[in-house]
């Protein structure tokens, strides 16, 4: 795989580039968004290195997209450019249409340096990898930059197909988030955690099996708690859990190695947060840690009420000097709603991403970077 980081400046003058990020941010999370900050990084490095930018990314999933009108101001990109516009501090052209032959034009007139397109999902050929559709993408630049790693689990025409036509480099957000991955693979500082919430379980047994060798220790918490709570026939009520996942959890769940929650909040029948006692001992077990690896949260977060043992295990990795990562897009961002992140060594933009890349799995996008012969 080649980065951007490394090529020549003679290289890059003068040219266009065509930048694949994830910028799948919801309305009321884009004055703070990371996935903003972290996109800063390469378009930055682009403009300083006098390259035009060409931004590709997409919002949400289009229900039809042969029948698009209707869907098109909720997941539009509209929103998303002015808010990055105001963190690289320049101008961003929005096309709204993908008549490459005109943007492309228009690009070569324009005496401004950003452009975006709208939504790739709006057209069908994004999702289906479409050869010709990655064709018409490439007619508007001279290289190609993945700086989506959100997104490089899936194989879409603006990640994979889009290789076989130009040049193609890994982008600075994207070459931080291989290395800090890297390093808690390949020879992890022990006692190693791992701590999995969020909603399902079933995307989250893959990294137990991948390190499970390593781990001193797994504490659960949210939909991931409750499943295993159901796998072993405690009473959960109406709380959330991954029915599909019961016979691998109620596998999993003998294992000494996986914590559960000793107590937790409950309200109308809900499990919504873990409780004093699991959060300090949770936060005991932290403090062993010398690698600590966290994707999703311990609770109901989306309602203040439950965002206690989220935040607290915030705290407790923030006050460790061991390499830490977090992902998940709601853990992430409530802990930059919290301002926790800035002794946390490393926050990822992925969320299933991420679990993929950790248990091993095949990322498409990755693959059609290290493929790429230009």
């Given at each position: 795989m080649k980065y951007l980081s490394q090529l020549n400046k003679k290289y890059l003058n003068g040219k266009t580039c065509l930048l694949r990020l994830d910028l799948n941010i919801q309305d009321d999370e884009l004055k703070n968004s990371l996935r903003l900050k972290r996109a800063s990084l390469t378009i930055n490095f682009l403009l300083k290195n006098n390259v035009k930018v060409i931004i590709l990314s997409h919002k949400g999933r289009p229900e039809n997209v042969s029948n698009i009108e209707h869907q098109k101001s909720k997941l539009s990109l509209k929103d998303v450019s002015k808010a990055l516009s105001d963190v690289v501090d320049k101008k961003i052209i929005l096309f709204e249409n993908f008549d490459f032959k005109k943007i492309k034009k228009a690009v070569n007139d324009s005496n401004d340096k950003v452009f975006m397109l709208e939504n790739l999902r709006f057209n069908s050929g994004e999702e289906n990898n479409s050869k010709n559709f990655a064709k018409g993408l490439s007619f508007l630049g001279d290289f190609y930059v993945n700086d989506a790693f959100a997104v490089s689990h899936r194989e879409n025409a603006s990640v994979c197909a889009i290789t076989d036509f130009l040049p193609s480099y890994a982008g600075l957000e994207l070459e931080m988030e291989i290395k800090a991955f890297e390093k808690v693979i390949k020879?992890?500082?022990?006692?190693?955690?791992?701590?999995?919430?969020?909603?399902?379980?079933?995307?989250?047994?893959?990294?137990?099996?991948?390190?499970?060798?390593?781990?001193?220790?797994?504490?659960?918490?949210?939909?991931?708690?409750?499943?295993?709570?159901?796998?072993?026939?405690?009473?959960?009520?109406?709380?959330?859990?991954?029915?599909?996942?019961?016979?691998?959890?109620?596998?999993?769940?003998?294992?000494?190695?996986?914590?559960?929650?000793?107590?937790?909040?409950?309200?109308?029948?809900?499990?919504?947060?873990?409780?004093?006692?699991?959060?300090?001992?949770?936060?005991?077990?932290?403090k062993k840690a010398k690698t600590i690896i966290w994707n999703g949260p311990m609770g109901y977060i989306e309602n203040e009420k439950y965002q206690n043992g989220t935040v607290s295990l915030a705290r407790a990795i923030g006050k460790s000097r061991d390499f830490s990562i977090v992902g998940g897009g709601e853990t992430t961002s409530?802990?930059?709603?919290?301002?926790?992140?800035?002794?946390?060594?490393?926050?990822?933009?992925?969320?299933?991403?991420m679990l993929w890349y950790l248990s091993g799995k095949k990322m498409p996008g990755l693959e059609a970077l290290d493929k790429n012969n230009f």
């Open positions: 020879n992890p500082p022990k006692p190693l955690i791992i701590i999995l919430g969020g909603a399902k379980i079933s995307d989250k047994i893959g990294v137990i099996k991948k390190f499970y060798s390593k781990i001193s220790w797994v504490l659960t918490g949210g939909g991931v708690a409750n499943t295993f709570f159901a796998a072993k026939n405690i009473p959960v009520g109406k709380s959330l859990y991954d029915k599909n996942s019961l016979t691998i959890a109620k596998e999993w769940s003998k294992s000494k190695k996986i914590i559960f929650p000793q107590d937790v909040k409950i309200e109308n029948g809900e499990i919504l947060d873990i409780g004093k006692k699991t959060i300090e001992n949770y936060s005991s077990i932290i409530l802990i930059l709603k919290k301002h926790l992140e800035k002794n946390i060594k490393f926050l990822s933009i992925g969320g299933g991403a």
